[in-house]
């Protein structure tokens, strides 16, 4: 074991000491490939991760962990130990905490450059990758529409709905048109004609109750229907058109998908890359560190 | 690319359904004449989008020194579109509701390179600057490197400038990114930098923003304060940029709150007072100006606006952007928009041009990638001051400002067809935009000759208010004989957000004897009040903040306002500007929810409320 600083040794006191020396002499003896995860070595890399020396608070803190939080701990430390224990094989310099981080960003980017050199991508893959992720593709559902709104502020509840249902039989008897929808009503707040319109988007000026309603209403270009209440006021509403949640054809997103491919190999080598540094280390993890 | 067709095809699709033109004055609930033929479809923008025109990530030098290591412009992009990403305090962060728009705008000068560096990238090992901060860290003072930010601006031949060859090779993967990440129709990643020239510690920075894709973005490497520090000599480059590519760029200044004096000053850097040429080409190159972000809302300042008792808010006024020199009281009326714009009334009268007719705008200047402004969603500026205990104890960068004065802060709100690079580009060039300093308020406002009282009552109001003046950014031109403006104003609360509280018109004008004036009108408010006849000023809305819970109730303020206003004052011979400012009740500020969330206490200076606010953009009237 090679980075232990003087703080080290002033704050974790001898009986640690101990037992770090035991396990240098140890390892020395032991196979390079295997990762040692014991007290001392998580304590270490908790107190230079927290720049808090202060090896007994840290200790009292790291078992006061959840299980799964301590284990989280673990392989964060475990994949940090595999690729600088890489980069030392690589010949980069050895050094301090700093260089330590370094070198380990160093091994990522290297990773990345490798992924890179692999990201050539034929026509077939790219067609296989929009298959296999339809769902990624899909277009929310949206509708299209305009409404005739009565005012809750300016008319009280019961007049507002009074007269949105008296106004309705009159649009449809008179064949009032999208376009002369803005001649009636009240002023809305927001807009008068939504197109093309997700659900999210729709409750957020109507509200999710009236958002669902009008989501599931038929397309009918003659006749109003209504009224909806939201937090404002009534609502009659023209709807002019509906689109489900579709799958777009794969040439309409090809550049996209091909965007989106690229990445996913690019993270995937990446991956792979740190699997197989990790691959070459065997991990042994004390086990009083994760049980309870 | 699918969803632009399909919108394409939906424009098509339901062209019949676009609102006609009315402007015949009709009752509301009446009968409407048939026309005669079909209304001609009327082409007025009608969605706003909500974008951030000024984020940083890790490729900017500054960030990545303090801490930035890892997230990139794709995760500054994918986090705008609403995806999930873990903030450098190990957090999961996400966005409630995704942007429409967002510009990565990375600092200019060693775009990239911190970065690049640090994991042996040969780009830029290899370059003058590589071999200098190897020697750096040779000398075993590897944070020497930070320094060469700034130094390389002041003294380049000293701290080289990576070379022409490697500039454009990083720029083209920047512009490559963000098409990779545009999403016409649905969102729009725009290509962008930062020029970030400091004159004598004074901010005087804008952000470079293109309406163009890399085959012409990336043809030429950004222009960097390495290059010059010149305003006029960037504005040179970006016109260099059109005329070599046929492309489209303008320039965002912000933060004039941290300039000393040096953003709207009466002279060009080199001392020379600014003549015509120079306000031609900062009014052609500047259409909008950052007025609200992260360090400090620069819309009005309380010095300069006694008499407006809502100044006074989130200013950061007590030095330069590199604590140089302590702010004096004269610098401030070349450091705040509203001055600034009636500064350029009087410019404009002495050049025949005005220098400052910007429209406003807001944006975070987030150096985490990740652009977030809700009160109860922040997450700072740097790494320092994400989420933690320790944000409303430490100061920015260790050295600089506490963090606890950053102010989460803002929105880019723009007026447009559609959410594509192309129209929200046209949005900026013409001015429909507006800032909010972090909510999303919607608000319209218009200036005209003949609108009614009762226009605003009307369905078909914006029929009436585009047919019958012009939008915010516009110009209102040779006032008919006995005519005062009126100017036509309506706001919406944020559907996720806090009451409006009321809405004030805010007129800047040059009087006949050569003084400049401002007035705030209160115009249309919430609730039963009435101004004070002593003051003339309106009640406050009141307080539902519970601090202790970081809490608040809309039970007071409204859900909407809305008026047709006309100048009392109005003199037409005296240029003059007006915007809109609305303001919501007040809420929990961020630091309040910090001290709920983390258990603190929060020390007697830190405020614990704010009443978010959206200006718009002016509009002019020339005599």
């Known amino acids: 074991m090679l980075r232990e600083p003087v703080i080290h040794f002033l704050v974790l006191g001898s009986l640690i000491f101990a037992v770090f020396h035991w396990l240098s002499d140890e390892s020395d003896a032991s196979d390079q490939r295997t990762i040692i995860v014991d007290e001392a070595a998580i304590l270490e890399f908790m107190q230079y991760r927290s720049k808090f020396f202060d090896s007994e608070a840290v200790r009292r803190r790291f078992f006061g962990f959840s299980e799964q939080r301590r284990k989280l701990i673990v392989k964060q430390f475990v994949r940090e130990e595999a690729l600088y224990r890489r980069a030392l094989d690589y010949g980069f310099d050895q050094g301090d905490y700093v260089i330590r981080l370094r070198l380990v960003q160093k091994m990522d980017f290297t990773a990345e450059g490798l992924a890179i050199d692999h990201a050539e991508i034929a026509d077939d893959a790219v067609r296989a990758h929009y298959q296999a992720n339809l769902v990624e593709y899909t277009e929310s559902a949206t509708i299209s529409f305009v409404h005739v709104f009565h005012s809750l502020s300016k008319n009280g509840v019961s007049l507002a709905t009074s007269k949105s249902s008296a106004l309705l039989d009159r649009l449809n008897a008179q064949g009032v048109t999208l376009e002369q929808a803005s001649q009636y009503g009240d002023r809305f707040p927001y807009h008068v004609n939504y197109v093309e319109k997700t659900l999210e988007q729709v409750t957020d000026h109507f509200g999710m109750a009236m958002a669902r309603q009008l989501f599931s209403l038929p397309v009918n270009r003659q006749q109003w229907q209504g009224g909806f209440q939201s937090e404002h006021g009534s609502h009659l509403v023209l709807m002019a058109d509906s689109n489900p949640a579709r799958v777009p054809e794969f040439a309409e997103v090809a550049g996209q998908v091909l965007v989106d491919l690229r990445n996913q190999i690019k993270s995937r080598h990446h991956k792979e890359y740190i699997d197989e540094v990790l691959g070459h280390y065997r991990v042994e993890i004390d086990p009083g560190l994760l049980s309870n | 690319?699918?969803?632009?067709?399909?919108?394409?095809?939906?424009?098509?699709?339901?062209?019949?359904?676009?609102?006609?033109?009315?402007?015949?004055?009709?009752?509301?609930?009446?009968?409407?004449?048939?026309?005669?033929?079909?209304?001609?479809?009327?082409?007025?923008?009608?969605?706003?989008?909500?974008?951030?025109?000024?984020?940083?990530?890790?490729?900017?030098?500054?960030?990545?020194?303090?801490?930035?290591?890892?997230?990139?412009?794709?995760?500054?992009?994918?986090?705008?579109?609403?995806?999930?990403?873990?903030?450098?305090?190990?957090?999961?962060?996400?966005?409630?509701?995704?942007?429409?728009?967002?510009?990565?705008?990375?600092?200019?000068?060693?775009?990239?390179?911190?970065?690049?560096?640090?994991?042996?990238?040969?780009?830029?090992?290899?370059?003058?600057?590589?071999?200098?901060?190897?020697?750096?860290?040779?000398?075993?003072?590897?944070?020497?490197?930070?320094?060469?930010?700034?130094?390389?601006?002041?003294?380049?031949?000293?701290?080289?400038?990576?070379?022409?060859?490697?500039?454009k090779l990083i720029w083209e993967d920047v512009a490559e990114t963000a098409d990779d990440n545009n999403r016409p129709g649905v969102f729009t990643a725009f290509t962008g930098y930062e020029w970030t020239s400091m004159i004598s510690g004074n901010n005087l920075h804008r952000v470079v923003l293109y309406k163009d894709g890399a085959e012409k973005a990336a043809q030429i490497p950004p222009f960097s304060g390495q290059d010059s520090l010149d305003p006029r000599d960037l504005w040179q480059a970006l016109a260099h940029y059109e005329e070599a590519t046929g492309g489209s760029v303008m320039a965002i200044a912000h933060n004039g709150n941290i300039s000393n004096g040096m953003m709207f000053s009466d002279t060009s850097v080199d001392g020379e007072a600014i003549n015509a040429d120079y306000a031609k080409l900062r009014s052609r190159w500047e259409p909008v100006y950052e007025v609200t972000q992260v360090k400090g809302d620069g819309e009005s300042h309380p010095t300069l606006s006694p008499d407006d008792e809502f100044a006074d808010f989130e200013n950061w006024d007590r030095d330069n952007i590199g604590r140089t020199e302590d702010k004096q009281d004269a610098m401030l009326k070349h450091e705040y928009a509203r001055s600034a714009l009636k500064l350029g009334l009087r410019h404009e009268q002495e050049l025949g041009v005005n220098p400052f007719k910007f429209g406003l705008i807001g944006s975070t200047d987030g150096h985490n990638s990740v652009s977030t402004t809700e009160e109860d969603n922040f997450f700072g500026?740097?790494?320092?001051?994400?989420?933690?205990?320790?944000?409303?104890?430490?100061?920015?960068?260790?050295?600089?400002?506490?963090?606890?004065?950053?102010?989460?802060?803002?929105?880019?709100?723009?007026?447009?067809?559609?959410?594509?690079?192309?129209?929200?580009?046209?949005?900026?060039?013409?001015?429909?935009?507006?800032?909010?300093?972090?909510?999303?308020?919607?608000?319209?406002?218009?200036?005209?000759?003949?609108?009614?009282?009762?226009?605003?009552?009307?369905?078909?109001?914006?029929?009436?208010?585009?047919?019958?003046?012009?939008?915010?950014?516009?110009?209102?031109?040779?006032?008919?004989?006995?005519?005062?403006?009126?100017?036509?104003?309506?706001?919406?609360?944020?559907?996720?957000?806090?009451?409006?509280?009321?809405?004030?018109?805010?007129?800047?004008?040059?009087?006949?004897?050569?003084?400049?004036?401002?007035?705030?009108?209160?115009?249309?408010?919430?609730?039963?009040?009435?101004?004070?006849?002593?003051?003339?000023?309106?009640?406050?809305?009141?307080?539902?903040?519970?601090?202790?819970?970081?809490?608040?109730?809309?039970?007071?303020?409204?859900?909407?306002?809305?008026?047709?206003?006309?100048?009392?004052?109005?003199?037409?011979?005296?240029?003059?500007?007006?915007?809109?400012?609305?303001?919501?009740?007040?809420?929990?500020?961020?630091?309040?929810?910090?001290?709920?969330?983390?258990?603190?206490?929060?020390?007697?200076?830190?405020?614990?409320?704010?009443?978010?606010?959206?200006?718009?953009?002016?509009?002019?009237?020339?005599?």
């Open chain 2, 1 to 167: 690319m699918s969803k632009f067709w399909t919108s394409k095809h939906a424009c098509l699709r339901f062209s019949s359904l676009v609102l006609g033109f009315s402007v015949a004055i009709l009752q509301a609930d009446t009968d409407p004449q048939p026309e005669y033929s079909s209304p001609v479809a009327a082409n007025y923008p009608k969605d706003v989008y909500w974008g951030d025109t000024h984020l940083h990530t890790r490729n900017s030098a500054d960030a990545y020194s303090l801490g930035n290591l890892n997230l990139t412009p794709t995760d500054a992009y994918r986090f705008a579109r609403g995806q999930a990403i873990t903030a450098h305090n190990g957090m999961q962060v996400q966005l409630r509701r995704p942007l429409d728009f967002l510009v990565v705008s990375d600092h200019a000068e060693y775009l990239g390179g911190y970065y690049r560096f640090d994991v042996a990238d040969p780009l830029v090992v290899e370059t003058a600057a590589g071999n200098q901060w190897k020697e750096f860290e040779d000398q075993g003072d590897p944070i020497a490197r930070i320094g060469t930010f700034t130094a390389s601006m002041q003294e380049p031949e000293k701290f080289y400038p990576f070379p022409e060859k490697v500039r």
């Open chain 2, 381 to 623: 500026k740097f790494p320092d001051s994400q989420p933690g205990k320790k944000r409303l104890d430490n100061q920015m960068a260790g050295v600089l400002w506490q963090n606890w004065r950053i102010v989460a802060s803002g929105y880019a709100a723009a007026w447009a067809r559609e959410n594509t690079r192309e129209a929200l580009f046209e949005a900026f060039k013409r001015r429909e935009v507006y800032a909010t300093t972090g909510s999303r308020i919607q608000v319209r406002f218009f200036g005209g000759w003949n609108y009614q009282a009762s226009d605003i009552d009307r369905p078909s109001y914006l029929d009436i208010a585009y047919s019958g003046g012009v939008p915010m950014g516009g110009d209102l031109l040779q006032a008919p004989e006995n005519k005062a403006p009126s100017f036509m104003v309506v706001a919406a609360k944020d559907p996720d957000g806090a009451n409006l509280d009321r809405v004030q018109i805010i007129k800047g004008w040059l009087q006949q004897d050569g003084v400049l004036r401002e007035k705030v009108y209160d115009v249309v408010w919430s609730g039963e009040r009435s101004p004070d006849p002593e003051t003339g000023k309106l009640p406050a809305v009141g307080n539902t903040v519970d601090v202790e819970t970081a809490t608040y109730l809309n039970s007071i303020g409204s859900t909407d306002l809305a008026v047709v206003w006309t100048d009392p004052d109005f003199d037409a011979g005296e240029r003059a500007f007006y915007y809109a400012r609305v303001l919501e009740i007040p809420k929990p500020r961020w630091t309040t929810y910090d001290a709920v969330y983390f258990n603190l206490e929060l020390s007697e200076e830190i405020p614990k409320v704010i009443q978010d606010r959206a200006y718009t953009s002016p509009v002019w009237y020339t005599p």
